[in-house]
């Protein structure tokens, strides 16, 4: 309960600051917005030039870049740490972080709270709505649940990756990261991964398992039958790596000596 009500704390404060320049929102929302289009416009240009893409068409690739929207605006909005090394080791943040009686992970999480992120999801919905109408998609009453869960899995398998990559910076306080090369990589995941090769796939399946965010979970409702045991690993997958990022945090804070000269 003490979590619960410090959360809230938090997003109280953090609703107060936004709603103060309501402008500055509006652009990023916009910005936001018009990343995505640009996207889609991508993916509507290759097939502009082939009807079928390794076995997907159109509007199932559509639909699991709508998918994958989703899970990416929660990632977005619970776990913006990009900037971990610079902020908070470079510039000795974390010592401020470390003299409260509070996980320091879930400190750094709310102090970065971008919940404007989670517009994106809305976006995803919409695009999810329009593919799936198209591909004549039959939805269950069960349907719902596992999109949630599914969803879940996947922001808990960007959050895991993301926070392991920022424990590197407790061994290794050069202000070089991983952060944008991984972001880039993580983009695959939006596309199915059967159209890379057999090392590609391996990598975005059990390494960097970017594939869990996006394309397995997504194959389940679009009738992928091949891919379904895949879709059920979702929830496991962002549960093993998150758990294991948390575990790996609390190492790197043992091995942390503070900012000083």
Known sequence: MFYVSMFFQYLSQYLKTRLQYRADLFVEFFSDLLSQAINLVFILVVFG??????????????????????PYAVFSAFFNIWDFNERYIVKGELDRILTRPIHSLFQIILERL????????????AVMFYAGSR?????????PFLFIVFVIGGALVYGGVFI????ISFWADARTSLMPMMYNISNYGRYPVNIYNNIIRFVLTWILPFAFVGVYPAAFFLGKEEWYWYSFFTPVIGIIFFVSSVLLWNQGVKKYRGAGN
């Open 114 to 125: 971008e919940l404007e992120s989670l517009f994106g999801a809305l976006t995803g919905l």
């Open 164 to 167: 392991m990559l920022a424990c």
């Open 135 to 143: 591909l004549g998609i039959e939805v269950h009453w069960y349907h």
């Open 49 to 70: 030039h082939t009807n079928m893409l390794h076995g997907w068409n159109r509007d199932e690739i559509i639909f699991i870049y709508g998918f994958f929207l989703v």
